[in-house]
């Protein structure tokens, strides 16, 4: 398995990491809505996270996508974005986390300073997150993450891929990948 950004991948690159047995690819999509990226600053566009992950499935490999909720400036509408992403970028899996500010992050920095930090990274304190214009209550952010991560799992064709990429794994060690799909429904929060 490797990490790889959407904007560095191509056909050939593909072709040649399948060869050298590459099984999966993680891509940190963040958003499926354009004024998000630009918001996380990630010089991507939705566009090229749609061909990413189309071109990792015609390279015979999976792609998982890390989606982070909840940055400033969320709302219903980028929410709706992201589903609407996922069901036509089709990765594999995604896995769908609340934002945790890292110390020296803009978007730290910006929450501290504005009053919207909610916890800190001292010891004793919980994980931070943000409070947003649009969601101020963290078990409301959690439930929709959960929901959002639970939904993308009911899809059929998802379900086939998870059972063709990793259904040896599920039959060699199935508690271990019970494990982990709940742990991935549990806690829904990722740095950033």
Known sequence: KVRSRVNAVDEDLLRKMKQAR??????GFESGSQYMLDAFNKKTKVED???????????????????????????????KETEDFVRKAKPTAVKY????????????????????LMGDWNVGDETPWVKTENFDDLH??????KKMYIMSLMNPLRIFWLIRFFGKALVRKPLLTLQMVMKN???RKAEY
Do not use: H, W
């Not at 986390?97 to 919207?116: I, M, Q, S, W």
């Open 97 to 116: 986390f609340v934002l945790t500010p890292l110390p020296t992050t803009t978007v730290y920095r910006e929450a501290k300073d504005n009053g919207t």
């Open 49 to 79: 996270n749609v061909r990413a992950a189309q071109l990792t499935r015609k390279a015979g490999l999976a792609c998982l996508g890390d989606m982070i909720l909840f940055y400033p400036g969320e709302s219903s509408t980028t929410l």
């Open 185 to 187: 429904t549990i806690k």
């Open 140 to 145: 409301e952010m959690q439930r929709i993450a």
């Open 22 to 27: 590459v099984d999966t690819i993680v891509y």
